[in-house]
C-alpha cells in the first residue's frame, strides 16, 4: 500500500487544526465587552475570514511582492473595523485583535491526536499561515510540531504547487513520502496533483452550524478519518 | 536589563547542542566492525568536521549556488573515502554514513535543560543544518524544539547576517528579542552585531579530550552558562 512508505504527515492548520471561527469569536466578544461595543461577532470572523482568499490572490497573482499573513489579516481587518463602524482602539488593541489568529483554539482531538501521530512520523505544518503566527499558536494551545513550515518558507501560498513541493523538500522527502492532511478537499485535490498521500479529516462544525461546505470526502483519498484520534488508529500509531 | 525583552532563544546545534564527534566516532566503528575495516574513526571526524567551513564558504562567495549541508556534507565524504582509502561500501551504506549528522547525540543536558527552557521561551534552531538533517536529529534525540529554522531557509550560511536576520524576522521578533545560544565565541559574536542578544555555553569536549578551543567567554556575552540547565535557572526557568 502506497501509503506504507509516508514519513511525514504535513498539516492544513486553519479549521483543520483550530477551530478559528469560535475562536475569534471568543476574542472579539471579550474585546467588545471590555469596549462596550454592540458587534455581530460572528458575522465579523466570516468577513475576515471572507478576505482571506483575495488577500492571498494578490500575492498568487504576482500583482504584490510576497506578504506574509499576518499583514493580509492586518489590512482586511482595518478594512473590516471601518465597515462595522468600530471605532476607538489603540494600536495595541487592533494589533492585539490582529493576533487573535495566533492564539485558535485546537480542536479536543487534536492535540491528543498529534501527540499519538508524533511516535511514528514527522508532524510539519504545510499552512498559508507565517511562521510567528504558527510557531506562537503552537505554543498557545501545546501543538507538537516536528516543523513549521507551508507558505512563509516557501513563498508561495496554497494551492501553488511551490508551497506543497517546497514543504516536502525541505523533509528530505519525496513528495509520495508525504501525506497531507486537510479538512478540505480542494487542499487536498492540490496536494494529490504535486503527488502527496492524502487524509481527509472533515470539521463539520468549521464554518459555524448550519455549513454544508466539505463534510463529506468530494473523492477516494487514501484515508479518511473522524478525528486525529481516529487517524492515529488508521495509521497504526 | 536587555534580555527581560528576549522572547526566542536560537540555537546553534553542532557542538552546543549535540556532541557530533562522539556520535561520529561510534557510528564509523560500527560500520567499520561491520565491514572488518581498520580505521581512526576520530581522525575521520576530525577530517570530516575540517571540510566544512572551507565547503560552505564556495556558497558564502556566491561561487556556487545553494547547496543544502547534507550535500556538502556528501561530497566531503566522498573524498575522505578515498583519502582513507575505505573501499566496498555499497551506496547505501554510504548515505546511511551521510545520515549520522542526523543521528547526533544531545549533550546529557540538552533535552532537560531545552525542556525547561521551553516553557518559558520559543526554541528555534539556527544552524547550518538543514531542515531534514535537524528534524531527523530531534526525532532522534527527542529535543523539542519549536521551530526549525538558520541556514537552509534563510538561504544563507552563518555567520552571514542575513542567516541571523532571517530567523529573527521569520518568529515575528526583533533581533534584541531572540537570544543566540552557542559554544562558540566567534558564532555570538556575529549574532551580536546583527543586534542578538548572546548567551555562552562552553562545550569543552567538543573537539576531544585536551582542546583548547572556545573554553572559555571570550567577550562579556549577556549569559555564560556552565550547562543548559544553568541556562534554564539563570532565566529563570
Redesign the interface.
Known amino acids: 500500500m502506497a501509503i506504507m512508505n509516508v514519513k511525514a504527515l504535513t498539516f492544513d492548520v486553519f479549521g483543520t487544526v483550530v477551530d478559528w471561527r469560535s475562536s475569534l469569536i471568543r476574542e472579539g466578544e471579550a474585546l467588545g465587552k471590555a469596549k462596550r461595543l454592540s458587534v455581530d461577532w460572528a458575522k465579523f470572523a466570516d468577513a475576515w475570514r471572507g478576505l482571506y482568499q483575495p488577500a492571498m490572490d494578490e500575492v498568487r497573482s504576482g500583482r504584490r511582492p510576497w506578504t506574509k499573513l499576518?499583514d493580509l489579516h492586518r489590512e482586511s481587518l482595518d478594512k473590516l473595523l471601518a465597515q462595522f463602524g468600530i471605532k476607538g482602539f489603540t494600536e495595541a488593541e487592533i494589533d492585539h485583535l490582529n493576533r487573535a489568529w495566533h492564539r485558535l483554539d485546537p480542536w479536543p482531538d487534536s492535540v491528543p491526536g498529534l501527540t499519538r501521530l508524533k511516535r511514528k512520523f514527522?508532524l510539519?505544518t504545510l499552512s498559508n499561515g507565517?511562521?510567528?503566527?504558527i510557531?506562537?499558536m503552537?505554543?498557545y494551545g501545546g501543538l507538537p510540531?516536528?516543523?513549521?513550515?507551508g507558505a512563509?518558507?516557501a513563498r508561495y501560498y496554497k494551492p501553488q504547487p511551490e508551497c506543497y513541493r517546497t514543504t516536502a523538500a525541505?523533509?528530505?522527502?519525496a513528495p509520495g513520502e508525504c501525506m497531507m492532511v486537510a479538512a478540505h478537499n480542494g487542499d487536498l485535490g492540490h496536494a494529490s496533483e504535486v503527488g502527496l498521500r492524502t487524509a481527509f479529516v472533515p470539521r463539520p462544525n468549521e464554518h459555524g452550524p448550519g455549513s454544508n461546505r466539505d463534510v463529506t470526502p468530494a473523492r477516494q483519498w487514501d484515508v479518511v478519518a473522524k478525528d486525529f484520534q481516529d487517524l492515529a488508529t488508521q495509521l497504526g500509531c
Open positions: 499576518d514527522v510539519a507565517n511562521v510567528a503566527l510557531v506562537n503552537a505554543k510540531w516536528d516543523a513549521v513550515l512563509e518558507v525541505l523533509l528530505g522527502l
